[in-house]
């Protein structure tokens, strides 16, 4: 678990996590309105080479932002849907299959359709600008991914805990 004590660090912590992803990577964010799903993607966003000309906004309305970085960044937020069903007509298949990294917010609306091994982030209040990011891995690259964050992280200003799971 990675603990955040401002959204700066949230972006951080995302901007190290981006660094470490590549093609294909499939990672689900879930938790509550304000718990810093944004702010954590933004910063995957720039770790994944996109510049920092581009604005990361959430894309609520459109449901899909595509950015090109070092690969191609798919972000997804299904925050208005209110079945699976809903997206099946996106081509979602596209995208988590694809070529790029999907990030998709709200990822449990649609955890039926993510595939079997992916990489999930639930974050949490604290308090009011503190955080938690519990991070789960399903499969042997989201593991091997999740350990060298826990490395990086160990290096830097926070500290990794429990987070392979």
């Known amino acids: 678990m990675l603990s955040s004590g401002s959204p700066e660090q949230t972006y951080t912590w995302g901007t190290v996590l981006g660094t470490l992803l590549g093609r294909g990577d499939v990672l ?3 938790g509550e309105l304000g718990a810093g799903k944004t702010t954590f993607t933004q ?3 720039r770790g994944l080479g996109v510049a ?12 899909i932002n595509e950015y090109e970085g070092r690969v191609p960044v798919y972000h997804l937020d299904f925050y208005r849907i209110e079945s699976p069903s809903e997206v099946v007509d996106l081509g979602l298949e596209e995208y988590l299959d694809g070529d790029g990294v999907a990030i998709i917010e709200w990822a449990d609306k649609i955890a039926a359709l993510l595939p079997e091994e992916h990489m999930m982030v639930r974050l949490a209040y604290v308090d009011c600008s503190a955080r938690t990011l519990d991070i789960m891995s399903t499969g042997a690259h989201y593991d091997e991914v999740v350990a060298s964050l826990a490395r990086k992280v160990s290096f830097g200003t926070g500290s990794v805990t429990g987070c392979i799971q």
């Open 52 to 63: 920092e000309d581009h604005y990361i906004g959430s894309p609520t309305f459109t449901l």
């Open 28 to 30: 689900a964010l879930v």
């Open 43 to 45: 910063g995957i966003v």
